[in-house]
């Protein structure tokens, strides 16, 4: 029988996970490679958000794919004959990593023809969820944010106050030109703030704070009637930020939890690397060798850039 919301432990059966925009910042791997199958240490990110929808207690993940992206989407099949091979070689532990991502929940593909956007791809989710899903979420697959339990503080945020529940963290000012910023009101709770309104990567000057949006969402299902009435905004794109500031002119409940873990963004070169020093050092096969190669590296990096 299929699963309620009511059933799902935190109300969210779905999470969407927009996977289809082109990755310009990560060319030219991303001529050949979706972005979302990069490897942090040696699992895709795909796999990642995966593994975080399903200790949700998520049923579907709902994968906005491109035509050009349709790897991303073979990542969750079985692939028997290679499961086959590693085990008659002795290989169990390999095989059991090929096993796993088409174990850990189940994948459903959207395809979204152009990137016309995030509030673009987003909108094609409503397709795919049932009557009784009143919210679903939407975690963008660049982002990494530890520990996981934050969609856990937002689905009790929802539950208290109603409406939609986004993720924020703090930055400095001058990166606010980077993200969607939240012009923000105190609540009782330090660490939750009600939504007034979202401005799509500022100039620093007119950012409404450094409180910006990072990759997890709670959305209530009245999202998609405002993701029809958007135009194409910053970068002639659809943006998600924009559906939302809707929401809010019109009363809905937005609130923000203010992220203090870990935050990763996969999404650029200048995120990766770090990622993959953080995950690397936390591996257990990886991590001692690692640590000594860092600081070797960065020994040499000292001493060849002293006398600057
Ligand atoms: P980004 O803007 O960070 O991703 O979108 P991008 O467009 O792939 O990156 P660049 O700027 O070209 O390097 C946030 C998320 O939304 C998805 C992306 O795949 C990413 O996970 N997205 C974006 C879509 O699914 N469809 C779109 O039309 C745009």
Redesign the pocket.
């Known amino acids: 029988m299929a699963t309620t919301c009511d059933e799902a432990p935190l109300g969210v059966k779905t999470v969407v996970?927009?996977?289809?925009?082109?990755?310009?910042?990560?060319?030219p791997a991303?001529k050949t490679v979706?972005?979302?199958l990069l490897p942090v240490v040696d699992t895709p990110g795909i796999e990642l958000i995966a593994e975080e929808a399903a200790s949700l207690g998520a049923a579907r993940l709902a994968i906005?794919?491109?035509p050009n992206?349709q790897e991303v989407m073979r990542h969750f099949d079985e692939f028997p004959e290679l499961v086959a091979t590693l085990q008659s070689r002795g290989k169990d532990e390999q095989a059991a990593k090929v096993e796993r991502a088409a174990k850990i929940i189940k994948p459903v593909s959207i395809p979204?023809d152009?990137?016309?956007?995030?509030?673009?791809?987003?909108g094609l989710a409503e397709s795919v969820l049932d009557d009784d899903e009143d919210c679903f979420a939407v975690m963008?697959?660049?982002?990494i944010v530890m520990p996981a339990t934050v969609l856990e503080d937002m689905a009790r945020v929802r539950r208290e106050l109603g409406g939609s529940v986004l993720c924020a963290v703090e930055v400095s000012r001058e990166e606010t030109f980077n993200y969607g910023v939240f012009e923000v009101e105190d609540t009782d709770n330090d660490n939750v703030k009600k939504v007034v309104g979202m401005v799509e990567k500022p100039e620093p000057k007119d950012a409404p704070s450094n409180l910006v949006a990072t990759?997890r969402y709670l959305l209530d299902r009245k999202i998609f009637d405002a993701l029809r009435k958007i135009t194409p905004g910053k970068?002639g794109?659809?943006q998600l930020t924009d559906a939302i500031d809707l929401l809010i002119d019109a009363g809905e409940p937005v609130h923000v939890v203010i992220h203090h873990g870990t935050r990763h963004d996969l999404?650029?070169p200048g995120g990766y690397i770090p990622a993959c020093v953080d995950f690397g050092l936390r591996s257990d096969k990886y991590g001692p060798a690692l640590y000594k190669s860092l600081k070797a590296i960065l020994a040499s990096y000292e001493a060849e850039h002293a006398a600057e």
Request: proline share 10%; glycine share 18%; charged share 20%.
């Open positions: 996970v927009p996977a289809a925009g082109m990755g310009t910042r990560f060319l991303t979706p972005k979302e906005i794919t491109a992206k979204q152009k990137p016309l956007g995030l509030g673009h791809a987003v963008l697959p660049d982002d990759g970068g794109e659809l999404g650029n």
